[in-house]
Structure formats: C-alpha cells, structure tokens
C-alpha cells in the first residue's frame, strides 16, 4: 500500500560497474572507443529511439476481487491504532467487474498504454485464482483469467503482489500464520532477518500460482513494504524465484518510488557470470510518481494535475520527461474504480491525453519487462573497436538499442551480426527514429537498430 512503500534508495543493493560509469544520470553511459592508440569517437548509448520511456505500474489489482474492501478490515485487525483503516468498508463495492476491467484495457490499448499490472495469487485471502473464488463460480473466475491473458497481456507485464497481499501465508500449509499483527502481514514482512532461501520460496510459491492459470511472468511487485528490513536478500530471491519457476532472461521487480532528484533510473542488482552461459540479474525498477488518483482504497479524490497538468508543463511527469528519465507512475486498482465511480479511470485517460498530446513525440510507451531489458543492454554491452568500425558485444537481445556516435559516416551504416548484414535508412527527423534507421544531428549521428545478443559489427 502507498502508506507503507518506502521511496527508492540506491543503497538498498548492488549496483554493477557498469552503472558506476553512467554519465549524466539518466539518459548517456559514455564510452571512449580506442583508435591507434588514441581516444576515438565517444559514444553514447541513449533512451530506445531517443524518447522517453513512459510505464504506467498497477498495483492491488487482481481477479473479481475489490482489495479495497477486502483488505481494509484485515488492516484494521493487525494495527488498531491506526485510525486510516477505520473507513466503512462494508459499503464499498466487494468486486470489480471484468466489465471495467475490459473498458480500461481497451482504452489504453487504444492509447499506446504499457505497464505492469499486478494479479494478486490469493486475493485478502478470500479465495486461491489457480482453484476457486469462493462468492464467484469457476466459470466466472476462469472468465477472468482468461479477459487478463487475451486483453492485458500483449500490453502489460504481470506480476504477484506476493501471496495474499494482507496476511503472511505458511506455504507449508497454505494458510495464514495464526497471530494476527503487523509481524504476520505481507505488507510489513519480514520484521527479522530471513535467509534468501526463505524469501525465494515465499515468492516462488506465489509465481507458480499465476503459473497455474498459464500467466507469463518475468518479475514481482511487492506488497507495500514486504522486504523492506531484507534489501540485498529480496533482490537475489526476486532473480531465484522467477528464473526457478519461469525461466526469465532477466527477472525484474518493483518496489521503490523515487522522489525529488532521485533518479529513476533501473538499477542491476546482483549482476554475475556476464558475458558466460552463466549470466544472472536482477534489475530494480522504481515508479517515479505517487499514487495520486483514487488510493489503494479507492477512497479519495484523484489529482492528476500532480502527475501532469493538462498543457503538459506542470507535473512530475512533465518534470521526468524534461530530464530525460523513465516516466514510471504509479496507481492502485481499487483507485482507478473508486468505488463504482470511476473518478480515477477518468483522471488516468486526462494524465495519458496529455502525455500523448504534448509529449508524444518525446516519449515511448513500454512494458516494465521492457525496460528492465532495455537498461541491461545499456550498461552491460560492451563498445570497442576503431572507427569507422566498432565491435558490440551485448549480453542480452535488445530492440531498439540507440546510441550516438561523434564521428562522420563514411557511408550508410550497417549492422552486420551471425552473417547477416542489415544497412540503416537515413531518416531526418527526431521523431522518426526507428529501429534500423539513422539520423544526422549536428557534430554527432544517431543510430538506432534491433541488438542483437553476443558479437556483431556496425560499420559507420
């Protein structure tokens, strides 16, 4: 929950060598390609297609099941003395249709709208997605199931928000610890140190849950501030867990928000064996905004204006784009339904109007997954060679790779990898930079193309 998500600390695990050497924060690593001897181009490996990423991260949602109203009397139980969960919570709407779950994946694919969207494994507790709901038939729930793999998952990247989201679940049994505090709920676990072996089944047993209602996965959303006294543990349980039960080039997770001059820019965590058979990651992806539509409980009046305003100048959003690093922003479920009224779907479509209206040239809509493979390939991939002709060596597949070069072209670019060789299009406006094209831009040249994984050449 948003009262309990902790903002992004870099601190909080290992960051690569590769990262050390970013230049300007977000958007440039900067390398010196070797020449006779001497320092030749630099190069710069840019944002995919020179834009911005936008990814817009849900949380709290999952099938049928309204967490607003579900969770709230399960807060209120475990930490009494906090008056915010003393709302009347029996009054709020116990589902969120499919109906509404189909308009506003429509209109967001409509949109150009990417992100993470969360699915719940054991929603509050009320009832296990890969088994049954009960106050729903099979039938409805495999409905759902079934509207979030057809219509999110071109668009969105799924994720658990571990277990149940409310209380901590012994998964030798499948049923909630019988102590009931903030020591045994998920939003506030673990309260001691726990072995990474300990964390890394706890998250696997919710993966393999999605796994069983054939959802793909590459990364983990956690639930409030689960994991928060176990940093450096979490982020190698999220890179077990997910390769354990999925396979996942490269797993991801989300649980920081940067604030103020924070950079949200992904961080590699936990990096080793790069450029072996034996390569393992974990990339840690923060939202750049708050949740400033309708709250975790779908209680309160949205302002999107604080994510940006309607001519696009004012805003955090508008402020991240200005400085050229990724637009993650950041809701909850229940916050976009506000209980039937849909005040907060309504002030979303008004922050992505906007988005797309101002600053759509500027930006690219991406999946989370996206990202965190985008920023692998940027700070792992190694740059060498002498111009006009430079070796790639990059660890994983990347589409959209873009880098500036401050050399002359000979020619028109080629990219030339297993043998196959591809020339680039000269393209002469910013905005249409695309994968396999090239631009003049002053002193320096713009290329953007597919990467792809292990040796290729690019002849300038």
Not at 45 to 65: A, E, G, H, Q, Y
Not at 77 to 102: L, N, S
Not at 262 to 269: M, R
Request: glycine residues 10%; contains cysteine; proline residues 7%.
């Amino acid at each position: 929950m948003e009262t309990t998500r902790r903002k992004f600390l870099v601190s909080g695990g290992k960051v690569t060598a590769a990262a050390l050497m970013a230049v300007g924060g977000s958007s440039t690593r900067v390398h010196a390609v070797q020449q006779s001897g001497e320092t030749g181009p630099a190069v710069e490996v840019l944002n995919p297609m020179n834009r911005v990423p936008l990814s817009f991260i849900i949380d709290d949602s999952t099938c049928l099941v309204n967490m607003g109203h579900f969770c709230m009397p399960q807060f209120a139980e475990a930490w009494p003395e906090r008056g915010i969960y003393d709302k009347p919570w029996k009054t709020w709407p116990r589902e969120i249709p499919d109906a509404f779950v189909r308009e506003y994946g429509e209109w967001c694919a409509e949109n150009g709208v990417k992100g993470k969207y969360s699915v719940v494994p054991f929603p509050a507790c009320v009832g296990w997605l890969d088994r049954e709901l009960p106050g729903w038939s099979r039938k409805e729930l495999q409905a759902s199931l079934k509207l979030v793999r057809d219509l999110m998952v071109p668009h969105w990247d799924i994720h658990p928000e571990m277990i149940s989201h409310t209380r901590v679940i012994d998964i030798a049994t499948g049923r909630p610890l019988e102590e009931i505090s903030s020591a045994t709920m998920e939003n506030s676990y673990p309260q001691e140190k726990k072995s990474v072996d300990h964390l890394t089944g706890y998250l696997a047993y919710a993966l393999q849950i999605l796994k069983n209602c054939d959802l793909p996965c590459e990364g983990i959303t956690t639930p409030g501030g689960f994991g928060t006294l176990v940093k450096s543990e979490l982020g190698l349980a999220v890179q077990q867990a997910v390769r354990e039960v999925y396979g996942s080039e490269i797993p991801h997770y989300f649980k920081y928000v940067s604030e103020g001059d924070e950079s949200t820019d992904p961080v590699l965590e936990q990096v080793s064996g790069v450029g072996t058979d034996h390569q393992i990651l974990t990339v840690n992806v923060p939202a750049g905004t708050g949740d400033w539509f309708g709250g975790w409980d779908g209680d309160r009046e949205p302002e999107p204006d604080r994510y940006i305003t309607r001519d696009g100048t004012g805003g955090r959003l508008a402020e991240l784009i200005r400085k050229g690093q990724p637009g993650t922003f950041l809701c909850h479920w229940p916050g976009m339904y506000t209980q039937g009224t849909k005040k907060g779907f309504d002030a979303f479509k008004q922050v992505v109007l906007a988005l797309n209206e101002h600053h759509g040239s500027q930006t690219v809509w991406m999946k989370v997954s996206e990202i965190a493979r985008y920023w692998t390939a940027k700070e792992l991939t190694e740059i060498q060679g002498e111009a006009p002709r430079l070796q790639l060596s990059a660890p994983v597949a990347c589409p959209a790779f873009t880098m500036a070069v401050s050399s002359a072209l000979s020619g028109p670019p080629q990219l030339e990898s297993m043998g196959a060789r591809q020339s680039l299009t000269e393209t002469r406006r910013k905005d249409q930079i695309k994968p396999g094209t090239w631009l003049r831009e002053g002193e320096k040249t713009i290329l953007c193309f597919d990467l792809p994984k292990g040796s290729s050449t690019l002849q300038l």
